[in-house]
């Protein structure tokens, strides 16, 4: 049975109607859109383990998925702990010298100084910042049930996080090709291909990015070490205000490694994309979408210039990416020329 078709203007009413509901629901739910992006992003990355751990052994893919995400639970849990703990060790180990530093600190503070004939007692106002720090200290305990709800929220959205990435790297594979169903057969080919060219970009991407993390990671742990020996060692006479502000020192001097160097030359070095693109879209990102908004910056960079260079093939019909077939079929020829003569 055909219903009746509709008119122009129910048309057009009906997709501003889903459009504007789009809008709503976008808004209304980006903490839940921001949750499945980066569990999205993560089973992506773990998708390449996927991949790698079944090419080397016959393993289906529902079974690797599990194994991969077994082990990635167990790093998830087993990591932390081992890092929670050597900071606690050393924590304590630096405690007796820190509270001993501190009460040398506040007594300096303490002493009253002289200032163009006038005697000033500091000793009032650390009373007083004493006081605020207790009724502070008050006020949080007091609010035990409220800290007590958002603990439980960080709860859930982990576990929704968590549960989903396990289904992103079971079906998320099948994304790609239901929507190349869904194309006209014309164009299925050249889509396939830009397909394929996005995948390229965000796999290097986000590889290079997990590379760039554990490096600046290994950078601030000898930092750190480095700072704490110069102290512990006798080498820097000690003070809380001079440890704090190497700390600052070396977590923004691995910062601009990272994002003036590091990043811009390796990343835009593996998308062929200028280092100041790179550097202009990661202080941007940073001043706008905080740290997913880094991870996410080079890889849509990257895409777009794959969008815009198709559609200036298609506007200029131009072959689409002609070095590709270049290289193809200088591949071609090669095997062509190696192959014996057929008699």
Same mark, same amino acid.
């Given at each position: /049975? ?9 048309? =057009? ?20 859109? &921001? ?24 393993? &289906? ?59 000033? =007692? ?37 576990? /929704? ?19 190349? +169903? ?6 299925? +080919? ?8 996005? =995948? ?19 950078? /601030?742990? $000898? ?43 390796? /990343?835009?070095?593996?998308? $062929? ?49 002609? +070095?590709?077939?270049? $290289? ?7 095997? +062509? ?7």
């Amino acid at each position: /049975m055909k219903g009746s078709s509709w008119s122009s203007t129910t048309r =057009n009413l009906v997709i501003i109607l889903l459009i504007g509901a789009a809008i709503f629901l976008a808004v209304f739910l980006a903490p839940v859109i &921001e949750a499945m992006l980066a569990a999205a992003l993560i089973a992506y990355l773990l998708d390449a383990v996927v991949i790698g751990l079944r090419r080397r052994t016959s393993m &289906e893919r529902k079974r690797a998925v599990q194994v991969v995400y077994f082990l990635f639970l167990v790093l998830l849990i087993t990591v932390p702990t081992l890092l929670g703990t050597f900071a606690v060790d050393q924590l304590t180990s630096f405690s007796t010298d820190l509270s001993d530093a501190l009460a040398a600190l506040q007594n300096r503070i303490a002493q009253p100084f002289t200032i163009l004939g006038m005697r000033i =007692n500091p000793q009032g106002a650390i009373d007083q910042i004493g006081q605020l720090g207790g009724e502070t200290v008050s006020l949080l305990t007091g609010s035990s049930f409220s800290i007590l709800a958002d603990v439980t929220s960080s709860v859930y959205w982990g576990l /929704m996080i968590l549960i989903s990435i396990y289904y992103f790297m079971v079906d998320g594979q099948r994304i790609a090709p239901w929507i190349l +169903e869904r194309m006209p057969p014309a164009y299925r +080919e050249e889509m396939g291909l830009v397909f394929d060219k996005l =995948n390229t970009v965000w796999r290097v991407s986000l590889r290079v990015q997990v590379v760039i993390f554990f490096i600046l990671a290994l950078l /601030m742990i $000898a930092g750190t070490a480095l700072i704490l020996w110069l102290f512990q060692s006798g080498l820097i006479g000690f003070s809380p205000i001079l440890l704090i502000v190497l700390l600052v020192l070396l977590y923004t001097g691995v910062q601009q490694v990272d994002n003036l160097w590091l990043r811009p030359r390796w /990343m835009g070095k593996s998308l $062929a994309i200028h280092p100041g693109i790179i550097f202009v879209g990661l202080m941007g990102a940073l001043a706008l979408g905080g740290l997913l908004g880094i991870i996410l910056v080079v890889p849509v960079i990257g895409s777009v210039k794959v969008i815009g260079e198709y559609i200036a093939a298609k506007l200029l019909d131009r072959p689409l990416w002609p +070095e590709d077939q270049i $290289a193809e079929k200088v591949s071609e020829d090669a095997t +062509e020329d190696a192959a014996p003569p057929t008699a």
